[in-house]
């Protein structure tokens, strides 16, 4: 991405009457990188063969509602004249539309407009567009387009322009229409090299409901089925409470004794650790000689994990993974052979006195990625079963999901993988390659658990170590809730090698 942000000169701001320099000018190509859509598409357009001293690209968002935000670098706070270089011409369906630009409650007063008329239309042409005067904040500002009516849906501009303005002679509403930036300069950095620039915003998605949070193991629990190495107190509960707003009994078991469970959960680099303390009136052993079937077919707790592609594709990727990877934790018989899980995995199940526990090693190398890090998430879902076979028709078989909700694409909530802090989030960089000396731009997501602050966010060798660059953030989040994050930073001259962004919490 390359911005054209030249440098302002404050000195000549007061006389500056006419039509001043553009202090930022973002091209076709520019837009293209920095367009946010809710909706529809952006794509580079060619600008129509018979219109003279054309751009050579421009950029087009065909629009299904919805709006198309974009960052504009802001080289310092006043007044500017935003403009643009627009494609005018017939205004047709699936042609050249109507739109307004906006800023947060800001509406600018000009419009996008396509020519609309009796045939004969018009031949196209490029055309000035002042969208309006505003005041606007460094380092950047959200300007956004949307749609204004009409059965156009196609915006074509060549250029995006700020032009700084006195505030001399300016009308009431353009001394009042004040733009807030839309972003933070990290502490540290010099905003002066344009594209370099390290930004960050943040906002809050959604709260917690649909996080689980999975501590760090201490020590890895010793799999045998014994939970003396558990903190039990810590689980969670799979019965009839969860069903209304946390899962589902698809059937629904007779009572707690029938079907019900504690669950416990904690990782470390290698494994998700699971302990279950199930209740259970009628256990279905499974026989020594009988093949290991469906776990849907015997009591079993059955744990089913999306692996996203960030995780499974990335830097830690151990090769192609499943799109859903399910373990079926089944019961069986003091002494037998429990249900082989795959390299890695192993589980253990011991009788209690109304039902069984389980404890449970599952590798997070079966789920495509290794090692496991602070702030790593995944869409986690639990199915408890139950078969009693020597129940009349119609009970023999029950079951519980629990985490399935609008919590992720998955259908299910997440699990986090926690670290010793109140919040723990992951950072995705753009690329898995970081150049030095370039910008590397990166999305992410935080849960965070209560009020804390985001100090920094660091460059580290792929798969932990110590820092070789950071940014300080001391970003404070307000207080629980997923949060989701996207930013840019310059990167530091860096040694050979592959590396990983990491967050610092206070
Ligand atoms: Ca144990
Ligand atoms: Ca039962
Ligand atoms: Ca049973």
Not at 20 to 30: G, I, M, Q
Not at 133 to 154: K, M, N, Q
Not at 157 to 179: C, F, H, T
Not at 332 to 359: F, H, K, M, N, W
């Amino acid at each position: 991405m390359r911005i054209t942000a030249l440098v302002i000169a404050t000195l000549a701001l007061a006389t500056m009457v006419l039509a001043a320099e553009p202090v930022t000018e973002l091209s076709a190509s520019d837009l293209l990188s920095l367009a946010r859509p809710t909706s529809g598409e952006c794509y580079p357009t060619k600008p129509p063969a018979n219109i003279t001293d054309a751009p050579d690209e421009l950029f087009t968002w065909a629009a299904l509602g919805g709006q198309l935000t974009v960052r504009v670098p802001v080289p310092a706070d006043g007044y500017y004249v935003v403009r643009s270089s627009i494609l005018w011409g017939p205004w047709a369906q699936g042609r050249l539309g109507r739109f307004i630009m906006t800023a947060g409650a800001d509406k600018f007063p000009n419009a996008y407009q396509g020519w609309y008329s009796t045939p004969p239309d018009p031949p196209y042409r490029m055309r000035e567009l002042v969208w309006g005067i505003a005041h606007l904040s460094a380092p950047a500002v959200d300007l956004t387009f949307e749609p204004a009516g009409g059965g156009g849906r196609l915006m074509s501009l060549a250029d995006l322009r700020l032009e700084p303005r006195a505030a001399e002679g300016l009308k009431p509403e353009e001394l009042e229409r004040k733009v807030l930036a839309a972003v933070v300069v990290t502490a540290g950095t010099e905003v002066d090299t344009g594209p370099a620039w390290a930004l960050f915003d943040l906002k809050q998605q959604r709260g917690t409901e649909w996080t689980a949070f999975v501590p760090g193991a201490a020590k890895a629990p010793k799999i045998d089925g014994n939970l003396g190495d558990w903190q039990m107190d810590k689980a969670f509960v799979i019965d009839g409470s969860i069903v209304p707003e946390r899962g589902w009994a698809a059937p629904g078991p007779e009572s707690d004794a029938d079907l019900s469970a504690q669950v416990a959960m904690s990782w470390d680099d290698k494994n998700l650790y699971l302990a279950a303390v199930v209740r259970d009136d009628l256990k279905t052993p499974h026989a020594e000689n009988d093949a290991w079937g469906t776990p849907f077919g015997c009591d079993s707790l059955v744990v089913s994990i999306v692996p996203p592609g960030w995780l499974t594709l990335g830097g830690r990727s151990e090769g192609p993974a499943p799109l859903t990877v399910m373990y079926g934790l089944s019961y069986y018989s003091p002494g037998a052979p429990g249900r082989p899980l795959g390299a890695d995995c192993s589980y253990a199940v011991t009788d209690t006195q109304d039902g069984y526990a389980i404890e449970a090693a599952l590798s997070f190398a079966s789920m495509g990625w290794k090692p496991a890090m602070v702030g790593d998430r995944f869409p986690l879902g639990l199915i408890l079963v139950d078969v009693d076979p020597g129940k009349p028709g119609g009970k023999v078989f029950d079951q519980y999901g629990w985490n399935f909700g609008p919590g992720s694409t998955a259908g299910t909530g997440e699990a986090r993988l926690m670290g010793a802090g109140a919040a723990a989030g992951e950072v995705i960089p753009e690329r898995e390659t970081l150049a030095p000396g370039a910008p590397i731009r990166y999305v992410g997501t935080i849960d965070a658990q209560g009020p804390v602050t985001l100090e920094a966010i660091e460059v580290v060798p792929l798969g932990g170590g110590a820092a070789v660059a950071s940014f300080d953030l001391n970003r404070a989040l307000p207080g629980a809730g997923r949060y989701r994050l996207w930013g840019q930073l310059p990167l530091p001259e860096l040694p050979p090698g592959r590396y990983d962004l990491r967050m610092v919490w206070e």
